[in-house]
């Protein structure tokens, strides 16, 4: 087993020392590789693309395999209070992949696991790493087999074991469902350091629980996504059972992967400018068809007056295109938008801090609890358990904590989530 290790020491823990630290940890969870000196509370694994937190761990650690994340899982759950955050290219927006003194697992480092399998009925899936990001996957999908995943999110920076832990969606949603709606086998890691493969038929109930769990139940080691072939072109085709003005026609051409790759550009944009590494308070819900109209007059036209300050999605999702056993919560109408306020906070005072946004972000949820809008979040960043109660309702919260008893009773895992407090070992 190979592993690297980061240590981190706080500047209020005058009693640790650098070098007792990262030994003794080392020891204990049998680690070999570097070992480097810390440099403060900016390093990658004590930050997320939101840019608003920062919690240091006590190790960022790079495993390799799915029986290395287990032997981390274990050795935390003898431990009296560690915890373990699974981190998969650093995108969360509100501390959910961080550990405050835990330990954090980079995922990018598992081994590169990828092959095409057919199963017997015809179809083709792919096998792939969880650590493994999607535009990678794409990218060895369609230029060694013409194919690729049915369902995709707007950015592919992502791991696959991240987007499976929330939802993954984008305008592809629509048609075929979200991420979760498109995988078939999953590889675990749960709260007790056990591996499990898992699906609908084996071993159903983790398999639908991990899918957005928010990383509660178990950690996404492999996934098996279902390919289909790589649309050619076909854009006259497609205009041609259409009717339009012809003078109104304004298209651009793309390959296919330049298209689910569009968003790259906005990235090396922002970098560019000097904006991609400010804070993000990104705020993303699904709002049902009946209350859109509302949203729109009061959210969009009046609070959001002055700009959103960043690109705004929104598109509808369908329902019954989701799988209701697994743990994503939605709105209870069949066809419901998602509003994406994507938000950046250029250098203040040049724009709105990024405190006066997250104001502005929780007068929106407020609003539309007082309105009793059928809406949920996204990506969701309670920090009290009665708020998760809330956003997951009676039923599916029961679920829920049965799941969690089942799979991860000492609260382990995904501490950023702030559900469930990690239960001390006698």
Same mark, same amino acid.
């Given at each position: 087993m190979i592993a690297y290790l980061e240590c981190f020491v706080h500047e209020n823990d005058t009693e640790s020392r650098p070098d007792d630290d990262v030994s003794s940890l080392s020891k204990a969870l049998d680690l070999q590789g570097s070992i480097h000196d810390c440099e403060g509370p900016t390093d990658e694994a004590s930050r997320d693309f939101g840019g608003m937190y920062s919690l240091a761990p006590l190790a960022f650690i790079r495993p390799s395999d799915a029986d290395d994340v287990a032997r981390k899982v274990k050795e935390a759950a003898r431990s009296s209070n560690l915890t373990v955050a699974a981190r998969g290219n650093g995108h969360s927006i509100n501390g959910q992949a961080m550990a405050d003194r835990g330990l954090v697992l980079d995922m990018r480092s598992l081994d590169d696991h990828f092959r095409v399998v057919e199963a017997n009925n015809g179809s083709f899936y792919a096998d792939v790493s969880g650590g493994a990001l999607w535009e990678h996957v794409l990218k060895q999908c369609v230029s060694?087999?013409?194919?690729? &995943?049915?369902?995709?999110?707007?950015?592919?920076?992502?791991?696959?074991?991240?987007?499976?832990?929330?939802?993954?969606?984008?305008?592809q949603a629509f048609r075929y469902g979200p991420q979760t709606s498109n995988v078939t086998e999953l590889q675990v890691v749960t709260g007790k350091g056990e591996i499990f493969n898992c699906s609908e038929t084996e071993n159903s109930e983790l398999f639908f629980g991990a899918l957005g769990g928010l990383g509660q139940?178990?950690?996404?080691?492999?996934?098996?996504?279902?390919?289909?072939?790589? &649309?050619?072109?076909?854009?006259?085709? =497609?205009?041609?059972?259409?009717?339009?003005?012809?003078?109104?026609?304004?298209?651009?051409?793309?390959?296919?992967?330049?298209?689910? =790759?569009?968003?790259?550009?906005?990235?090396?944009?922002?970098?560019?400018?000097?904006?991609?590494?400010?804070?993000?308070?990104? =705020?993303?819900?699904?709002?049902?068809?009946?209350?859109?109209?509302?949203?729109d007059r009061t959210v969009i036209k009046k609070i959001l007056k002055d700009g959103i300050g960043g690109p705004m999605l929104v598109y509808p999702l369908l329902r019954s295109k989701w799988d209701a056993r697994t743990s994503v919560v939605l709105p209870e109408s069949e066809i419901f938008y998602i509003v994406a306020l994507l938000r950046f906070t250029p250098p203040y005072?040049?724009?709105?801090?990024?405190? #006066?946004?997250?104001?502005?972000?929780?007068?929106?949820?407020?609003?539309?609890?007082?309105?009793?809008?059928?809406?949920?979040?996204?990506?969701?960043?309670?920090?009290?358990?009665?708020?998760?109660?809330?956003?997951?309702? #009676?039923?599916?919260?029961?679920?829920?904590?049965?799941?969690?008893?089942?799979?991860?009773?000492?609260?382990? =895992?995904?501490?950023? $989530?702030?559900?469930?407090?990690?239960?001390? $070992? &006698?």
């Open positions: 060694e087999y013409g194919m690729a &995943p049915r369902s995709w999110t707007d950015y592919l920076s992502l791991t696959v074991g991240g987007t499976l832990s929330n939802a993954g969606v984008s305008g139940f178990g950690i996404i080691t492999r996934a098996r996504v279902l390919l289909q072939p790589a &649309p050619d072109m076909g854009v006259n085709r =497609l205009l041609g059972g259409l009717g339009f003005v012809e003078r109104l026609k304004f298209q651009v051409d793309l390959s296919y992967l330049e298209f689910l =790759l569009r968003v790259k550009r906005a990235e090396e944009h922002a970098k560019a400018n000097g904006i991609w590494d400010a804070p993000h308070p990104w =705020l993303n819900l699904f709002v049902s068809k009946s209350d859109i109209a509302d949203f005072p040049k724009g709105p801090s990024f405190k #006066n946004l997250v104001a502005q972000n929780k007068e929106i949820i407020q609003y539309c609890n007082k309105k009793g809008f059928d809406f949920k979040l996204y990506l969701p960043h309670y920090r009290s358990q009665d708020d998760w109660k809330r956003h997951f309702g #009676n039923d599916r919260w029961s679920r829920f904590v049965e799941r969690k008893t089942c799979f991860d009773p000492m609260a382990i =895992l995904a501490p950023g $989530q702030k559900i469930f407090p990690r239960v001390s $070992q &006698p």
